[in-house]
Each structure stands twice: as structure tokens, then as C-alpha cells.
């Protein structure tokens, strides 16, 4: 069966991406002649793939603001939506991150590897030692201690000894994966244990959704870098939100569930939302510090 033109687009952009990040990988220049190799279809697929890299660059990207729609979104937005929030997370807050990651070592000893955007409050004492997780995604190296290591989110409570997973919150659900060793996640009286690979996902409808990854793209952020397959455009956004200044909205909610495949780059936000919109004839309007939006 021929592929669809997006399905071909979305097999082109990860292959691109692999070669992006290693120019000298063999394994990845092969799979881009076998690619090329196999039509015309697949020639132009890579070939728009590259263009579009090509234009998203930091200085082709749609900067600054366009007129009445940026002034009218911040107008509605109002600047007490920036700050308001801003300013009760810091309060409360014992580490935020800025716009990039940063790694913090606990009085216990643990590590902390706090995603850009990001903010936790801890509690450590000779009973046990909890973090509570504010906003964004973290990843915790925990070290072998009787007392246990807890970390909440919006009601979740990830507990463990001896691993390293992750945390994430989103706007619709918390998220825990593990890299390796195992966690028992508990929201309300549900309980569920996972071991290396498997992810829960908690939603707002109060549901626990187990799925299995390779545990190596859990916490893949730490190293610039983020691994989707099949993943809703907004599973991207999410994460390049807390790298964007002034953040990012969604003007067409068609685009939320748009799928997208591929190793994503983190150290160009903005050049990367607009290669994965353009996975999607989508557009990217760049005006920070004030909104960057997303738009057919």
C-alpha cells in the first residue's frame, strides 16, 4: 500500500533529524539513500523536509509581532495571566528553572534534573523525603535510603528507591516514566507499579493509562533532545513551551491532535516548532517576549 504524503513527510523528517544531529552517522546516511532510493514520492518528501529546516533557521523564523492578531491575543491574555501565575510558583518554589534545564542536588543527596520552565518545592527530614513537582517535568536520580522518596504532582504520588524517573505535568494529565529500577504510582486509591519502560498516564478524568516505551527517550530532554513516535503536536508544544518566552498558543485546536514522529532538537525551540508545523501546513507567529502562536 503507498504511504500517504504525511506519513512519507513524517519517515523523511526523522530520518533528517538523525542526520541533523550526527552528519557523520553512517547508519543514518544509509537510511536516508535507501529512503531516497525508493521514488520520486520519497525524493521530494525528504527534499521539502530540508527546505523547511532550511527556512526555520533562528534567522528565517517568523519573529516579532504581525499586526492586530499578536496585539489582540495580548490584549485579551492581559499581563496578570504572565505574571499572576509566575509569581505565586516562585513564591512557593524551593528550585525553578528559566528557559533551560538545570540539575540540582538534594540535602539527601538525590539528583534533580529540572526541565526548562519547570519548578519543585522539597521536604526532607529524617522521616522521608518528599518533592512536590509545581509545574513543567523533572527526572530523579535516587539514591538507596531507608526513607522513602515521594514526589507528587496534582495529586499524583510517585514513589521510590533506588531509580531514575520522570515526572512531568501537562494540561491535561501527569505523566511518570521510568528510565530504570521501578515506581509505584498512586492517584487516590489506585496503586499501579512500573518497572523500566512503562509509562502511566493520569488524566483529568481520574484514569491511570499504562503504555511501554524505550526507556532511553525517558528524560531524553537532559541531553538538548526529545524522542516522539506518533505523538500529538501538542505533546511537542508542551515541551517547547517552557523553552519559549512568553509561551506558546494553539489558534486551531486541529493541530493539538496533528501527529508527529521524529528526534526532535530542543536547543532551537522556535526552529523546531516551525519544522513540525510545517509537518502540517501550519505557521508559526514568533513575537516574545510577548506569544508565539500556532496557526493554519
Do not use: C
Not at 57 to 68: E, Y
Not at 257 to 273: N, Y
Amino acid at each position: 500500500m503507498t504511504k500517504s504524503r504525511e506519513a512519507l513527510r513524517e519517515e523523511a523528517v526523522d530520518i533528517f533529524l538523525r542526520l541533523d544531529s550526527d552528519p557523520e552517522d553512517a547508519s543514518a546516511q544509509s537510511m536516508r539513500d535507501a529512503f531516497i532510493a525508493r521514488g520520486p514520492d520519497e525524493r521530494r518528501a525528504y527534499e521539502s523536509v530540508a527546505e523547511s529546516w532550511s527556512v526555520s533557521r533562528p534567522d528565517k523564523v517568523r519573529r516579532g509581532p504581525t499586526g492586530r492578531a499578536i496585539l489582540a491575543i495580548a490584549a485579551v491574555v492581559g499581563v496578570g495571566w504572565f505574571v499572576g501565575p509566575e509569581l505565586l510558583i516562585r513564591l512557593e518554589a524551593d528550585h525553578v528553572a528559566g528557559k533551560t534545564p538545570r540539575t540540582i542536588t538534594l540535602a539527601s543527596g538525590d539528583l534533580v534534573y529540572l526541565d526548562a520552565g519547570s519548578a519543585i518545592s522539597e521536604s526532607i527530614d529524617d522521616v522521608g523525603r518528599k518533592i512536590d513537582l509545581l509545574r513543567g517535568a523533572a527526572f530523579f536520580e535516587v539514591t538507596p535510603d531507608t526513607r522513602p522518596f515521594i514526589v507528587t504532582a496534582s495529586g499524583v504520588e510517585a514513589r521510590a528507591t533506588g531509580t531514575g524517573y520522570q515526572v512531568e505535568m501537562t494540561r491535561n494529565e501527569v505523566l511518570v516514566g521510568i528510565n530504570e529500577g521501578s515506581v509505584e504510582v498512586r492517584f487516590g486509591k489506585l496503586p499501579v507499579m512500573l518497572e523500566a519502560g512503562e509509562v502511566a498516564r493520569v488524566s483529568q478524568s481520574q484514569l491511570i493509562d499504562l503504555g511501554i516505551v524505550d526507556p532511553a527517550t525517558i528524560g531524553r530532554w537532559r541531553t538538548g533532545e526529545i524522542v516522539l513516535q506518533d505523538a500529538p503536536l501538542s505533546t511537542l508544544v508542551e515541551v517547547l513551551n517552557r523553552r519559549i518566552a512568553g509561551g506558546i498558543i494553539i489558534l486551531d485546536e486541529s493541530l493539538s491532535d496533528a501527529k508527529v514522529t521524529g528526534v526532535f532538537s530542543l536547543e532551537d525551540p522556535l526552529a523546531t516548532l516551525q519544522l513540525a508545523a510545517s509537518l502540517h501546513g501550519a505557521s508559526v507567529i514568533a513575537a516574545p517576549p510577548l506569544l508565539t502562536i500556532l496557526t493554519r
